[in-house]
């Protein structure tokens, strides 16, 4: 298992630089962020003097180097826009958006993957046939018309719950969230549902599909010979074998999110990483695209990582394969 | 003669499938004597695995019990709610199974498979639910038991895996177990260990059993009287050395005709030709008039299974021993 994880820490290293150079070339190939930083009217001797200041006069090569040089180094730069190191600028987004999309991915799955065994293991009754029918708006259904609709309805119309911002906040390991107070829970509710409505439905469609093949199976005809129940079988047999795909996706889903969790933060106007790389793009802050890109690279090594090793904890028959 | 444990009579399982209603069992009945071990031949779709899950309450929709009666120690099982079957299942009858690959759980070890299993009927603490365990995984014959026990099922040779759903199938001392083609996905070597095993095991214990197989060779070598059936009704019954030296119905000698051992030296196999019908398109009468040799127009009307405690047949012709080559 060690062995195994370090081979993947390794591989990990060698996606990164080519990731870095990729993203590198690609952000540099795009725009002139001079033009966006200094007014038009600027002299031609200020212009020059920060073109040099940013090394924007250097070639790519050079430039990718010197990146490269500050990467070693924990350096990411600083952002052209705000003036502050990059790292500290996302790691101040990052918690944000990091609540809503753990809320958003966690509660899909405790709600959609028990109401998909339902619907798997009991196909034909009334209340699978509404699941079901709730998973297809789940997938249908445009995101943001969704998010529109909820601060309509709940914010606007019932005034229930609030229509943005993440509301108070409280400390806990010295970052800031939401989800430690009631008023931003309130703020969370909503972002976080809109954001787990598809997800939800992913969940339910796995599920009921892992479940409907595993109830026709003879591991689940044998237990039932041996006088388990139902609720037994199901929670102790069914789970455990419809585990993998769950986890999979659950990974992927939670990778996607924390990257691309854009349409929800800005309609919510929620103060994440989403909203932050859309406005850097729009000001060609190149620092910030540069490690948010990488930064979200990592994410999917780290998270895939995980749910290799979860595989394994899952399955020991993919345990054994990978020892011998 | 021990006393009856099992009484099955009339038993009637219909399916409702797209192609209209079918009786995959029609009207059978046998009784099981405790400690006894009976056999149930027939070929696939003939009925016997249906037999085996009805009388277990283990029929799933489309199909349902329709008529009989099942009765384990005098007591109906046909009607009993969900709840009072669950409880029966696994702790008077329990069942195992053909591919033991494909019914025990490959993600949970040996030890939480069968602590589920005595958990669904006692309230046993974890050490006497463990020493259960290895005790039993130790009288199938697993060596190392009280290591092994924490291995997973692909850790397991395929005999000893069935060994192992063998062991789950005694945990909670069943009198009787259904054994549904327990060693047709062995090799023949296992094969005949296990059943040795399985027939000293139930002497031992004084677990009676149903063998259910679509090989009469591996049946008469446990079975001490046998059922055979064909398109869901039974056809033969009787003890089984009599019925191997003399078989009444034309299907049942067809069956032994058609055993290596069982064919004289030198001659060839004798096939039954045809191939069984369809349970949604029976032929009028009796199942095996349209590929018997004996068929005359009597057998338009379907026979009744003679009666008696002894030896019983389903055929206008019975087979005579002068009939017999």
Known sequence: MLGFIIQRVLQAFVVMLVISALVFTGVYAVGNPIDVLISPDATQLIREQTIRAYGLDQPLWKQYLDFLGRLVRGDFGRSFVYNMPVLDLIFSRLPATLELTLAAVIGATALGVPLGMYAGYRPDSAASKAIMAISILGFSVPTFWIGLVLIFTFAVSLGWLPAGNRGDTASLFGIQWSFLTWNGLTHLFLPALNLSLFKFALMVRLARAGTREVMLTDTVKFARAAGLSEGTILLRHVLRLIAIPIVTVFGLEFGSTLAFAVVTETIFSWPGVGKLIIDSISTLDRPVMVAYLMLVAFFFIMINLSVDVAYAALDPRLRTRRAA | MSPVLLDVSGLTTRFA????????????????????????????????????????????????????????????????????????????????????????????????????????????????????????????????????????????????????????????????????????????????????????????????????????????????????????????????????????????????????????????????????????????????????????????TMPALSAGAGRRVRCHHPLAAETVP
């Open chain 2, 17 to 300: 499938t797209r192609a209209g209603s079918l009786n995959a069992v029609e009207d059978v009945s046998f009784t099981v004597a405790e400690g006894e071990i009976v056999g149930l031949v027939g070929e696939s779709g003939s009925g016997k695995s249906v037999t085996g899950f009805s009388i277990l309450g283990l029929i799933d929709p489309p199909g349902r019990i329709v008529s009989g009666s099942v009765k384990l120690n005098g007591r109906e099982l046909v009607g009993l709610s969900h709840a009072e079957l669950r409880s029966m299942r696994g702790r008077e009858i329990a069942m195992v199974f053909q591919d033991p690959s494909a019914t025990l759980n490959p993600v949970l070890t040996i030890e939480t498979q069968m602590r589920l299993a005595i958990a669904a009927h006692e309230n046993l603490g974890d050490a006497a639910a463990r020493a259960r365990c290895i005790e039993v995984l130790g009288a199938v014959g697993i060596p190392d038991a009280a290591r092994r026990i924490e291995a997973y099922p692909h850790q397991f040779s395929g005999g000893m895996r069935q060994r192992v759903a063998i062991a789950i199938a005694l945990l909670n001392r069943p009198k009787l177990i259904i054994c549904d083609e327990p060693t047709t996905a062995l090799d023949v070597s296992i094969q005949a260990q296990i059943l040795t095993e399985m027939k000293s095991l139930a002497a031992r214990l004084g677990t009676a059993m149903i063998w259910i197989s679509h090989d009469l060779a591996t049946v008469s070598s446990v079975a001490s009287r046998i059922l055979v059936m064909y398109a869901g009704r039974l056809i033969e019954a009787g003890p089984m050395a009599q019925v191997l030296r003399q078989p009444h119905h034309p299907y049942t000698r067809g069956l032994l005709g058609s055993l290596p051992g069982m064919a004289p030296p030198g001659e060839d196999l004798v096939q039954i030709p045809g191939t069984m019908p369809s349970l949604i398109d029976l032929p009028k009468g009796c199942a095996f008039q349209p590929r018997c040799g004996f068929a005359d127009a009597q057998c338009a």
